[in-house]
């Protein structure tokens, strides 16, 4: 019972979020048209946009690395065609629709159950996976946020902090208390019921390597498309979007919708117009998220079709 409340408050309070982000930022914009929006749009360079699908394109290859490291972590195999399959279908769908339960979690014990993975294998890569996911934005964001602390914007009121310096400064000790764990501690950690072994230092450092790279790709997906008279550095605009995301993901909104957008309008509105900064992060989303929804719902059709059409046919024989 409480577990349902916690669950209906946590998704109320996203809900009230999204409001208010979409809120913020339509007043934000509010002297800006539409038409503004649309011409910043068609503005973005042909060769960006390509730039910017390719480096999405090879973020979501780096995103396999997840499930495949989870795979070596617990001690099993499984041919890396099926976990590409998987990790990719359960990482579009939980990344652009959230709700990670019931999108990413369910595709992947849709397909591993079926091939002969256990549930509770299952279950520990996909806690792997998502601690994987939060330690490379911890290394990132922990060493950009202590190099180049940024002021956080006054909408971001559930963050205590006036500036990213002391989140660094936690994410940073963090890592380092994982990589030290997985050096010194050999036994099994019991957490309430359940037991947590550290991986080896070599697939420590390899989550923290592959989820870093995914982090960093991502970024450099919606920098290409920021408008070419950007003043900000790559390394600056990291910093940037890595608070954005941070506050979209601990806000509980479906790919951050909203409250991502209005952290870097607010950061980014001093040096670039906020309507082509808009007009960059509204290709970003199609690029990023709503395209690979596209290619993954076509690819997962075909799958189940033809996974369907063999099942009726080995009955009727």
């Not at 998704?11 to 979020?17: E, I, K, R, T, V």
């Not at 769908?93 to 999108?103: P, Q, R, V, Y």
């Not at 450099?220 to 941070?246: C, K």
Request: net charge positive; glycine share 8%; proline share 4%.
């Amino acid at each position: 019972m409480f577990k349902k409340l916690q669950h209906n408050f946590s998704s109320l309070f996203g809900l009230l979020l999204l409001v208010l982000s979409l809120w913020a930022i339509a007043q934000e914009l509010r002297g800006y048209s539409y038409r503004d929006v649309l011409n910043s749009l068609e503005a973005i360079p042909k060769n960006r946009l390509s730039w910017s699908i390719w480096l999405t394109a090879l973020g979501y290859m780096i995103m396999i690395g997840y499930d495949s490291l989870g795979f070596r972590y617990i001690g099993r195999s499984l041919s890396l065609k099926r976990i590409a399959f998987t990790s990719l279908l359960s990482c579009v769908f939980s990344n652009t629709i959230g709700f990670a339960l019931l999108t990413g979690t369910a595709i992947r014990y849709r397909y591993y159950l079926s091939w002969g993975v256990s549930a509770l294998a299952i279950a520990q890569i996909i806690a792997f996976a998502n601690f994987t996911f939060w330690l490379g934005m911890f290394a990132v964001a922990g060493i950009m946020f202590l190099a180049n602390p940024l002021t956080i914007p006054p909408q971001l009121h559930y963050l205590p902090f006036a500036t990213t310096r002391p989140i660094g400064v936690i994410f940073l000790s963090l890592v380092i208390a994982y990589l030290l764990g997985s050096i010194f501690i050999k036994q099994p950690l019991r957490i309430r019921s359940q037991e947590f072994l550290f991986p080896s230092f070599n697939i420590s450092c390899s989550q923290i390597l592959i989820s870093s790279l995914d982090w960093i790709l991502a970024a450099a997906t919606l920098y290409v498309l920021l408008p070419a008279n950007t003043t900000l550095s790559y390394l600056d605009f990291l910093g940037v979007y890595l608070l954005a995301m941070f506050a979209g993901v601990v806000s509980n909104v479906p790919g951050g919708l909203g409250v991502f957008e209005l952290v870097i309008l607010e950061i980014l509105s001093p040096q670039v117009s906020k309507t082509a900064v808009f007009g960059s992060m509204l290709a970003y989303r199609g690029i990023y998220y709503f395209l690979p929804l596209i290619v993954a719902a076509g690819i997962l059709g075909v799958y189940e079709m033809r996974y369907r059409s063999k099942g009726n046919h080995q009955q009727k024989q």
